[in-house]
């Protein structure tokens, strides 16, 4: 019996150099970024893949709760590891042995997210074209009001400077401001290697995912994750 990874397309830069880098390699299911809108519908399509699995001891799944989507998963097919985190941001941000604290008001980038077809890059060109310049500008200073910044994450995957004149030109036109921040791939190393120890939940075969597998207590509401803080 094998392991297979379920993973957004969001991480496929960091994913694949993780698997170079620790020279394991798993088939993976790549489930496109645009799930992330709906939780339900990423449930949904996750629940699908791990029911089509045969012959699977464990499923690795490149997820955080990402807005409760993965709450409610059943493990028909395997056995379900999963990240102790709240998203895919803080999977790339976490530092071993350190607690992950949010900064606030900060609009999180890698080039898996800009690259999405539903990105703020996308949905702000989609509107220049349908309202004009102007109007684009002012909608999008509403909608990004409790933003400060958009944080692009080095997670040493691709290359920043590739990006970051598009994350410039884009906190120019909605006056936020740019920040580089570094980021890393140990956390999907451990998941590739093991051992599944405090940062991981492992619901076995026949279980079912609750909040508490994020290290979240049972009573808090679910909270709707925004793009960009995947």
Not at 132 to 142: K, W
Not at 163 to 175: F, I, P, S, W, Y
Not at 197 to 220: C, K, L, N, W, Y
Request: charged letters at 20%; one cysteine or more.
């Amino acid at each position: 019996m094998s392991d297979v990874i379920i993973a957004c397309q969001t991480l496929r830069d960091e994913l694949d150099l993780a698997m170079r880098q620790t020279g394991l390699w798993y088939p993976v299911i790549w489930v496109e970024s645009d799930y992330h809108n709906d939780p339900n519908q990423l449930r949904a399509k996750l629940q699908q893949e791990i029911d089509g699995q045969t012959g699977v001891r464990n499923i690795l799944f490149a997820y955080g709760c990402c807005g409760s989507g993965l709450v409610g998963l059943k493990a028909t097919s395997a056995n379900l590891i999963i990240p102790k985190t709240e998203d895919c941001i803080s999977m790339v941000l976490t530092r071993p042995g350190e607690n992950f604290i949010r900064p606030k008001a900060t609009y999180f980038l890698t080039r898996g997210w800009m690259e999405g077809s539903k990105s703020i890059f996308v949905e702000y060109e989609h509107a220049i074209k349908r309202y004009g310049e102007a109007r684009t500008r002012r909608l999008f200073n509403v909608m990004l009001k409790h933003y400060r910044y958009f944080m692009l994450i080095d997670t040493g995957a691709y290359p920043v400077e590739g990006c970051l004149d598009k994350v410039r030109e884009l906190a120019q036109n909605t006056g936020l401001q740019t920040v580089v921040s570094k980021g890393g791939l140990w956390f999907l190393k451990k998941l590739l290697t093991g051992p599944h120890g405090q940062e991981f939940s492992v619901v076995p075969r026949g279980g079912t995912v609750d909040i508490s597998h994020f290290g979240m207590a049972r009573h808090v509401p679910a909270r709707q994750a925004l793009q960009g803080s995947v």
